[in-house]
């Protein structure tokens, strides 16, 4: 099986490939192509925003295509930053300037209620409109202050549930594979994949 990354994000990509790598023996993952402007991330839920991402390059490759949407949920900010993740801080935000507003956001909030949640869709469409999703979910908090050096986003402050206390950004990549939504999501995908072939 042949699919084109959707995602122009170098960090999201290396992961993404690593997953479904594991998960889809044989998969030929090819990486965006050069050229393909990025695309408007309108949609108001992940699922959207997913095919929106996939079906443009699967438009402008001929080829199916595979995409995700990811967001954090935070309990205390009432679901927010959610579909939103990407640009909590404004567009052209960097992953530091994220984290310090969602840190801003919940200063003075008790720990016990700074519960979140991150959830992936994870999405393929072929050039036909046809696309079989999944979807991902991993519980945890938001710690007070980033810690470990891993991962990229808000996963210096994301403590996953079944994480013994540690960020995703101070788990191995194997270790954070196994617990994240993004793990979840694509783990599911290459199942619903593996019905088709």
Known sequence: MRLVLASANPDK??????I????????DLAPRPDGVPDVDETGTTLLENARLKAAAIATATGEAAVADDTGLVVDALDG???VWSAR?????????DNVAKLLSELAGVAPERRTARFETVALVR?????EVAATGAVE?????EGRGDGGF???PVFVPVEGNGRTFAELAPEEKHALSHRGRAFRALAAELANLL
């Open 13 to 18: 990509a290396a992961e993404i490939s690593a």
């Open 20 to 27: 479904l790598s594991a998960a889809v023996p044989g998969l």
């Open 80 to 82: 927010a930053p959610g």
């Open 88 to 96: 909590f801080a404004g567009d052209g935000s960097t992953y530091a």
């Open 126 to 130: 072929w050039p036909d409109g046809r």
């Open 140 to 144: 945890g908090v938001i710690a007070t």
């Open 153 to 155: 986003g808000y996963d």
